[in-house]
């Protein structure tokens, strides 16, 4: 089975990346603020590092990184941006503090800025976890978490924390806001206790029989299924089973991962063929095994353990779309105030 991606998949120009000059190696160097954690890049960049012998320098921050790029200015360090979602990419470019990128085609897809100033890195899914044993619907759409038949059966995160307010985000695209505020009412009103932990927690929760459904990201599943420090986690991945909401008919939301080149980034030849290594087959191929994530570019498989998880038909919905409506999103969670639980 094969990721249904199609024409909206990055457009990559020219991804290969050559060995250089061992003379011009020994000083070329690329500096990288991430908001995505070392060792979910650091084997892609050591993979990069020795294939071209160009260093990365990386500056890792949970919060700030686009705050401190547009204090730095034009003596700024930085030459790449990670991140864990396109929303600090369009702020970045909403900036000024990104430039063209040269692999992405401007225009080429859902995936990447209309304007080739940033592209997504990987993809995972909002899926709900539904209890194998009392759950037996196999399909299940965002709309029916709404239905009444799932009273106090649903566990959440915060509605505001990012991954959430871009579905709901995706639903006010779709439905219109007066629609989508009546279904993330009729959401609340199921939720089986007031949101609180991570993705990982509803799982635990679904698990425990707290509740039947749960809404998570793929890579979460991954990520327990193969933990071996917390073994317990394997336990509740497996009391679970991932259900493609609206695999029928539009397709599940998404979110990414992404990258943009600073406007004023000290090695912009570096960081253009860092991008490029980024979104080629080799390295998309590593980015799916090891962090659990689908792959962006065209002809690369997501790994077994993704493939086991159920096929994921993508919402080509454009990603720089939902961004655009993540604030009224989250004025939406606010307004019925979502994350006081079912009972307020």
Same mark, same amino acid.
Request: proline share 5%; with cysteine; hydrophobic share 40%.
């Given at each position: 089975?094969?990721?249904?991606?199609?024409?909206?998949?990055?457009?990559?120009?020219?991804?290969?990346?050559?060995?250089?000059?061992? &003379?011009?190696?020994?000083?070329?160097?690329? !500096?990288?603020?991430?908001?995505?954690?070392?060792?979910?890049?650091?084997?892609?960049?050591?993979?990069?590092?020795? #294939?071209?012998?160009?260093?990365?320098?990386? &500056?890792?921050? #949970?919060?700030?990184?686009?705050?401190?790029?547009?204090?730095?200015?034009? /003596?700024?360090?930085?030459?790449?941006?990670?991140?864990?979602?396109?929303?600090?990419?369009?702020?970045?470019?909403?900036?000024? $503090?990104?430039?063209?990128?040269?692999? &992405?085609?401007?225009?080429?897809?859902? /995936?990447?800025?209309?304007?080739?100033?940033?592209?997504?890195?990987?993809?995972?899914?909002?899926?709900?976890?539904?209890?194998?044993?009392?759950?037996?619907?196999?399909?299940?759409?965002?709309?029916?978490?709404?239905?009444?038949?799932?009273?106090?059966?649903?566990?959440?995160?915060?509605?505001?924390?990012?991954? !959430?307010?871009?579905?709901?985000?995706?639903?006010?695209?779709?439905?219109?806001?007066? #629609?989508?505020?009546?279904?993330?009412?009729?959401?609340?009103? !199921?939720?089986?206790?007031?949101?609180?932990?991570?993705?990982?927690?509803?799982?635990?929760?679904?698990?425990?029989?707290?509740?039947?459904?749960?809404?998570?990201?793929?890579?979460?599943?991954? $990520?327990?299924?193969?933990?071996?420090?917390?073994?317990?986690?394997?336990?509740?991945?497996?009391?679970?089973?991932?259900?493609?909401?609206?695999?029928?008919?539009?397709?599940?939301?998404?979110?990414?991962?992404?990258?943009?080149?600073?406007?004023?980034?000290?090695?912009?030849?570096?960081?253009?063929? /860092?991008?490029?290594?980024?979104?080629?087959?080799?390295?998309?191929?590593?980015?799916?095994?090891?962090?659990?994530?689908?792959?962006?570019?065209?002809? &690369?498989?997501?790994?077994?353990?993704?493939?086991?998880?159920?096929?994921?038909?993508?919402?080509?919905?454009?990603?720089?779309?939902?961004?655009?409506?993540?604030?009224?999103?989250?004025?939406?969670?606010?307004?019925? !105030?979502?994350?006081?639980?079912?009972?307020?």
């Amino acid at each position: 089975m094969r990721l249904a991606v199609g024409s909206w998949t990055a457009v990559l120009l020219g991804c290969a990346v050559a060995t250089v000059n061992p &003379v011009a190696a020994q000083t070329a160097e690329v !500096n990288i603020y991430s908001y995505r954690e070392p060792q979910l890049v650091e084997p892609l960049l050591k993979l990069f590092n020795d #294939k071209t012998g160009i260093k990365t320098r990386l &500056v890792f921050a #949970k919060d700030g990184l686009v705050e401190r790029m547009a204090a730095e200015g034009a /003596l700024g360090r930085a030459d790449v941006l990670l991140t864990t979602d396109a929303t600090r990419l369009v702020e970045a470019k909403a900036l000024a $503090l990104t430039q063209r990128i040269d692999a &992405v085609s401007p225009g080429g897809g859902s /995936l990447a800025d209309p304007d080739g100033q940033w592209t997504s890195l990987t993809l995972r899914a909002r899926v709900i976890y539904a209890s194998k044993e009392r759950v037996q619907d196999t399909a299940i759409t965002y709309e029916q978490l709404a239905d009444p038949k799932w009273k106090g059966r649903i566990c959440s995160r915060s509605g505001q924390h990012p991954y !959430n307010t871009a579905m709901i985000a995706s639903m006010i695209a779709h439905l219109g806001e007066e #629609k989508a505020e009546t279904w993330l009412k009729g959401v609340k009103a !199921n939720l089986a206790h007031r949101p609180a932990g991570g993705d990982r927690e509803q799982v635990r929760d679904v698990w425990a029989g707290k509740c039947d459904l749960a809404l998570g990201n793929t890579y979460y599943m991954g $990520l327990m299924l193969t933990n071996e420090k917390s073994p317990e986690q394997k336990q509740w991945a497996n009391a679970v089973r991932v259900i493609f909401p609206n695999a029928g008919d539009r397709g599940t939301h998404v979110n990414v991962s992404g990258v943009a080149i600073a406007r004023h980034a000290p090695h912009k030849d570096a960081a253009q063929r /860092l991008v490029a290594f980024l979104l080629s087959a080799e390295a998309q191929a590593l980015y799916a095994s090891v962090n659990h994530e689908y792959p962006v570019t065209a002809g &690369v498989p997501p790994s077994d353990l993704l493939n086991g998880l159920g096929h994921l038909k993508p919402d080509p919905l454009p990603i720089a779309d939902i961004v655009r409506l993540r604030r009224q999103a989250s004025e939406l969670v606010d307004k019925v !105030n979502f994350d006081a639980g079912p009972s307020s």
